[in-house]
Nanobody
């Protein structure tokens, strides 16, 4: 059973930085696409960044390119996924979710519905 637990959210001022963490356990399949999604009030959930286990491929939404960095740290039984968020803007305010999708997906990225596992979310609030 895959279990994802996010942490690191908070309330900051514009221009500040935050680092989100996602502790992932139970990843027994050979390869996963790990991703950070966010959902702001009244808006649809959107992918922010994604990376396959082993760091083989990385994706960033245009809105965060150059400001956010996704990375992972693999231990024996757990994987920790990070999202380093710099130069935060008020429009980055949202609930941030960690998600995992088993598979390699060839040359494309999983669609949102293909992420089987989700964390409970961590709130990020950026004030101007």
């Amino acid at each position: 059973q895959v279990h994802l637990v996010e942490s690191g959210g908070g309330s900051v001022q514009a221009g500040w930085s935050l680092r989100l963490s996602c502790a992932a356990s139970g990843l027994t399949y050979g390869s996963y696409c790990m991703a950070w999604f966010r959902q702001a009030p009244g808006k649809e959930r959107e992918v922010v960044a994604a990376q396959f286990t082993g760091g083989r491929r990385t994706y960033y939404d245009d809105s965060v390119k150059g400001r956010f960095n996704i990375s992972q740290d693999n231990a024996k039984t757990t994987l920790t996924l990070y999202l380093e968020m710099n130069s935060l803007k008020p429009e980055d305010t949202a609930m941030y979710y960690c998600a995992a999708s088993p598979g390699l997906y060839g040359g494309h990225w999983p669609r949102q519905y293909e992420y089987n596992y989700w964390g409970q979310g961590t709130q990020v609030t950026v004030s101007s």
